[in-house]
């Protein structure tokens, strides 16, 4: 278990070096070379302690020990010359284990300053190899800041997750197990704790015999193709106790070295990036792609032996991707007996490098022959909310999901039946795989097989063209068919959810004589109309009065209600509930961009209260509505405003602060994968305070690290700001970064918030529209002394606080909404 002191130590370890080594992947390879380097002196010690030599640092190495390296004697530049010297020798060092040899392959020392050197050493000497079991859990730890940082797309995946695969797929120890895209270990190190755990009386593993733990240990395989990756991955298991770890460097989809090796478990969470062009595999897959994913599921599968399983981390993609690889490889899982389970994840797992979607194929050869169904589970709640930092939180659906899905194995094991409570079938439902074969499509999404149940409700449910005067689609009007003004043309970017977005400055029209021509439909304000097109299908809202005459696209549905069935506002807070999107998506059509048709929109139920308790449901929600709107106002106008005093001395930003400018990335280069370090491209990725990571390279040029001040120079939101809240991010060349130097960043960023329009007008005089570093070291800032800031500071978080509370009231009045919402659909 990972105490807090050793924690402390790494945190510090990593705080000595991020002046000089910024790059989170390059601090983890240093203090993996640092701890190995150390431990190999233990080792010599402690044999000479019982009466041997030195094993590794002896001969012509006897002088780069690590005693000799931090004796006393040396002078900063001597120390940084011997340790130097020590790690770039070290690979070929006839003394040390091969193992020891790959983890010193092409090591370098990236910095030559003493002092730096020197805290960094004596910090690296407060870990001994004594405790080299608990480090084990601490090197984890530690890897844990890499984060995205893998190449090929690998990205670390969260302990909780990977632990509760290992609990569900139950490696036992006399079974094989192979991570094919390893990264640092993660799914070996858990499987291996597992092992032990499952065989304990008193501690973990003492039930099992020598020869047990000798196989446990000779059964556990990991490839991967990146050196660096297999280098960190070898350190980990050794730090385990594997005193030669099987991590091998190996392209598992282009080789086939290792192609005839199975196993009985193989577990893994792929590398979800294909190169540009796609892979070029071999002629033995089943499935024929270029893509990573799907030619990663397919080599699992594979290479499971006749009774294998597995659990495999899949993006989205996997799931309903049309083209014929995905459906292939769906067809390939279904009809073959391979999956027994599927679990959709939050999208912000992978926080904060990744909102991608992803989901689990759980395998399991013998027990999926036995049924002719499979089990899909959706958790929304991980244990951590899903923003940025991945705070705890209570409400964890993990434990609720093993347990039920052991449940279901156990029925399948025993050929018994297995049906789902009505608390189940809130979040998990057991299709057949008939029925998931009968589109062709071979979809994986647990969502369209979800069925709804509403015998619970307290009224009617109807179809929605049954209780509409008017249900039409709008009209096919080309551009050529447009004019500068007339009738206004409603398009479906107009159309929000629940709200009609009023376009104004991108307005088209038809003249009358074209409105006559098409004979088109007129839309009248009050009535409801709906998207057929993304994002969300099915999103709705009410026409204002305009006082124009109007029509609407032929990707919008005109519905004018009965309003003796249904209020126009009742309709709109239904589509505020995810049941109305569920039984939405049933109806969907499409490959590439789905859409529903309005026959099918027609066939959709809605629940219809009595007339009389509409207009009370409707008037409550309106009253939320309203103080949601209340509370918006004051967010969306609160400015922080510092009131500058006319004593406070005025400098030049470039004597506070230093600055670095962004460099372009070519967009082969970077992706919404999880791939590499985040990249900053512009505003377009600026959240509220913070930068929303959704894009990563693993190439990149310039970084911004925590703290730092985010300025866009160029395009349209130039004088845009926000703070880097995480270790380091890759910046593009429409920002710079601002690094204060001798004042508080925060009060900075408060201070250029209020110069925005300044930059504007700087920008848009320009000859090539932009701000300049000039632009920016020149700004005048006042510098008041310090204790001035921190009161400054202070008061602005007082009413931060207060704006905060506001946003809480907007979160617990749309739970109320969606409270009585949830009650209406029963």
Not at 344 to 363: D, E, H, M, N, R
Not at 726 to 745: E, H, W, Y
Not at 749 to 763: D, T
Request: aromatic share 10%.
């Amino acid at each position: 278990m990972l105490n807090q002191e050793t924690k402390r130590r790494i945190d510090a370890l990593r705080d000595v070096l991020v002046g000089k080594v910024p790059d989170p992947k390059a601090q983890v390879e240093q203090i993996t070379i640092a701890l190995i380097y150390k431990f190999m002196n233990d080792m010599d010690e402690l044999s000479k302690e019982f009466g041997g030599d030195a094993t590794f640092f002896k001969d012509d190495y006897k002088k780069y020990s690590w005693s000799s390296i931090m004796s006393p004697s040396n002078s900063g530049s001597e120390r940084v010359h011997l340790y130097m010297e020590g790690i770039e020798k070290m690979n070929v060092n006839p003394n040390i284990p091969q193992l020891f040899r790959d983890i010193f392959r092409g090591a370098f020392l990236p910095y030559r300053d003493p002092e730096t050197l020197h805290l960094f050493l004596k910090s690296i000497n407060d870990f001994s190899y004594e405790h080299s079991e608990d480090l084990g859990d601490a090197y984890e730890y530690l890897l844990s800041v890499l984060g995205s940082q893998g190449d090929a797309g690998q990205f670390r995946t969260p302990r909780h997750i990977i632990d509760m695969i290992v609990e569900l797929v139950a490696p036992s120890k006399n079974q094989t197990i192979l991570d094919p895209a390893c990264g640092t270990s993660g799914f070996l190190i858990s499987a291996y704790k597992h092992i032990l755990n499952t065989n304990m009386k008193d501690v973990p593993g003492d039930l099992l015999s020598p020869d047990d733990k000798k196989n446990v240990v000779k059964n556990l395989c990991g490839y991967d193709i990146s050196p660096d990756m297999v280098r960190l991955s070898r350190a980990n298991m050794y730090l385990h106790g594997f005193p030669d770890p099987k991590i091998y460097e190996y392209d598992t989809l282009t080789s086939q070295d290792r192609w005839n090796d199975c196993y009985d478990v193989i577990l893994a969470n792929p590398p979800f990036m294909t190169p540009k062009g796609g892979i070029k595999p071999h002629n033995r897959f089943s499935v024929q792609a270029n893509r990573s994913e799907v030619l990663f599921v397919d080599y699992i599968a594979e290479h499971l032996n006749p009774n294998g399983k597995a659990g495999v981390i899949v993006p989205e993609g996997i799931m309903f991707t049309s083209s014929n690889a995905y459906k292939g490889l769906r067809k390939f899982l279904v009809e073959n007996n391979y999956l027994y389970s599927v679990i959709s994840l939050p999208s912000g797992v992978f926080q904060p490098y990744a909102g991608v979607k992803t989901s689990i194929l759980l395998i399991d050869r013998a027990l999926a022959k036995k049924t002719n169904k499979i089990l899909f589970i959706k958790i929304e709640n991980d244990g951590f909310d899903l923003g940025a930092q991945r705070k705890e939180i209570s409400g964890n659906e993990i434990p609720r999901v093993v347990d039920l899905i052991q449940r279901y194995k156990i029925a399948l094991q025993d050929g018994a039946n297995f049906e789902l409570n009505e608390e189940e079938t809130e979040y998990a439902t057991i299709v057949e795989t008939d029925k998931i074969a009968s589109s062709g499509d071979y979809n994986l999404s647990g969502n369209r097989y979800k069925e709804i149940k509403i015998s619970n409700a307290k009224w009617e449910f109807e179809e929605i063209e049954s209780v509409a005067e008017v249900f039409i689609d709008g009209d096919w009007v080309e551009s050529k068919d447009q004019s500068e003004s007339g009738i206004r043309l409603i398009q479906t970017g107009n159309v929000g959810c629940g709200e009609f977005i009023d376009k104004v400055d991108k307005a088209r029209y038809i003249s009358e004589e074209k409105f006559v021509e098409l004979n088109c439909t007129e839309v009248l304000a009050g009535d409801v109309l709906v998207s057929r097109l993304p994002d969300p299908i099915g999103r709705a809202c009410i026409v204002p009065l305009l006082n124009k005459k109007m029509i609407t696209s032929v990707d919008c549905t005109i519905i004018r209600f009965k309003t003796s069935k249904i209020l126009p506002e009742f309709f709109i807070y239904l589509t505020y509930s995810d049941v109305y999107y569920i039984n939405m998506s049933k109806y969907l059509t499409g490959a590439s961009r789905q859409r529903i048709s309005r026959a099918n929109l027609g066939k959709i139920t809605i629940p219809l209260p009595p007339i009389e308790l509409q207009h009370e449901i409707v008037t409550e929600l309106n009253s939320y509505q309203n103080i949601i709107n209340g509370a918006k106002q004051v967010i969306n106008n609160y400015l922080p405003t510092i009131k500058l005093n006319p004593e406070w001395p005025m400098m030049e930003l470039r004597e506070v602060c230093s600055l670095i400018s962004g460099q372009h990335i070519e967009s082969d280069k970077y992706s919404n994968l999880p791939i590499g370090t985040p990249y900053i491209t512009g505003p377009a990725d600026f959240g509220l305070l913070h930068p929303v990571i959704t894009k990563f390279t693993n190439e990149p040029k310039v970084l911004a690290k925590q703290g730092d001040i985010l300025i866009t120079v160029k395009g349209s939101g130039v004088g845009k700001l926000n703070v880097v809240d995480i270790d380091t991010v890759c910046i593009s060349r429409q920002l710079m970064a601002i690094r204060a130097t001798n004042i508080l960043p925060m009060f900075v960023y408060y201070i250029l918030l209020q110069k925005s329009e300044y930059y504007r007008n700087k920008a848009t005089s320009a000859a090539i529209p932009g701000l300049t570093r000039e632009d920016v070291l020149e700004t005048l800032v006042p510098v008041p002394p310090l204790e001035v800031q921190e009161r400054v500071l202070e008061e602005i978080n007082n009413i931060n606080m207060k704006v905060a509370a506001c946003r809480d009231l907007v979160s617990l009045y749309e739970g109320k909404i969606k409270q009585k919402i949830t009650e209406i659909w029963g």
